[in-house]
T-cell receptor
C-alpha cells in the first residue's frame, strides 16, 4: 500500500538542530521530497533526494535516506524562527495511468522557540 | 507567469449543494492534481490527471468528480456536498519526465459545508 507517516509536532529552541522523520511503505518510490507549508499558503518544494542516494546536503538542510528501513529524515541546522512551518514528506510512485503520482505524508508542525 | 491559481479562496455550502472548485496553471504542465488537507491527516490525493482527457483516482475520490478538457484547467466538482467534505483544497501541477518533478501548489480553497 501507499502510506507516508510523520510525527505531528516538533518543538525546538532557536539555534538548535531540528530533525523531522518520515516513514513510507512503498519501496518503488523513485524520488522522495520535503515540502514546506507556511501559514495560510500552499506547499513549496524544499529539497528532494533520488531513491538510490543515502544523503543529500543543501546549505542548512541534510536529507538522510535509509531504503532498507524506508525511513527519510530532514535535518535543519541552526533552526531559526522563520523555519516554523509544517513540513511534508512526499514520494513519487508509478500511478494507474503508467505515469507518476505523488503521495504526501501527514505533515510535521515545527515550532521554533526564541 | 501566474503559476497555479485557484478560485474561490473561501466557500460556504449547505449540505446537498453542488459546486465546482476551479484550478488553472499557465506553465504547460501535464500533471495536475487535487488534494484535501485536514488536521492530522496531511494531504490526501483526491484525483489526478496526466494530460488532457486522462484522469485517475487518488486515495479519497468518493464524492468528487474531475475532468481535464484542456492542459490548463482541472476543475474539481462536488456533486452533493457533505459536512465531511469541509476541508482546505489544494490544486497542484508539475511535469512528468523521469519521475522527479516539483509540484507547484495553488494558494488553496477553504470550504465549509454546513
Amino acid at each position: 500500500g501507499e502510506d507516508v507517516e510523520q510525527s505531528l509536532f516538533l518543538s525546538v529552541r532557536e539555534g538548535d538542530s531540528s530533525v523531522i522523520n518520515c516513514t513510507y511503505t512503498d519501496s518503488s518510490s523513485t524520488y522522495l521530497y520535503w515540502y514546506k507549508q507556511e501559514p495560510g499558503a500552499g506547499l513549496q518544494l524544499l529539497t528532494y533526494i533520488f531513491s538510490n542516494m543515502d544523503m543529500k546536503q543543501d546549505q542548512r538542510l541534510t536529507v538522510l535516506l535509509n531504503k532498507k528501513d524506508k525511513h527519510l529524515s530532514l535535518r535543519i541546522a541552526d533552526t531559526q524562527t522563520g523555519d516554523s512551518a509544517i513540513y511534508f514528506c512526499a514520494e513519487s510512485l508509478l500511478g494507474g495511468s503508467g505515469t507518476y503520482k505523488y503521495i504526501f505524508g501527514t505533515g510535521t508542525r515545527l515550532k521554533v522557540l526564541a | 507567469n501566474a503559476g497555479v491559481t485557484q478560485t474561490p479562496k473561501f466557500q460556504v455550502l449547505k449540505t446537498g449543494q453542488s459546486m465546482t472548485l476551479q484550478c488553472a496553471q499557465d506553465m504547460n504542465h501535464e500533471y495536475m492534481s487535487w488534494y484535501r488537507q485536514d488536521p492530522g491527516m496531511g494531504l490526501r490525493l483526491i484525483h489526478y490527471s496526466v494530460g488532457a482527457g486522462i484522469t485517475d483516482q487518488g486515495e479519497v475520490p468518493n464524492g468528487y468528480n474531475v475532468s481535464r478538457s484542456t492542459t490548463e484547467d482541472f476543475p474539481l466538482r462536488l456533486l452533493s456536498a457533505a459536512p465531511s467534505q469541509t476541508s482546505v483544497y489544494f490544486c497542484a501541477s508539475g511535469g512528468l519526465a523521469g519521475g522527479f518533478n516539483e509540484q507547484f501548489f495553488g494558494p488553496g480553497t477553504r470550504l465549509t459545508v454546513l
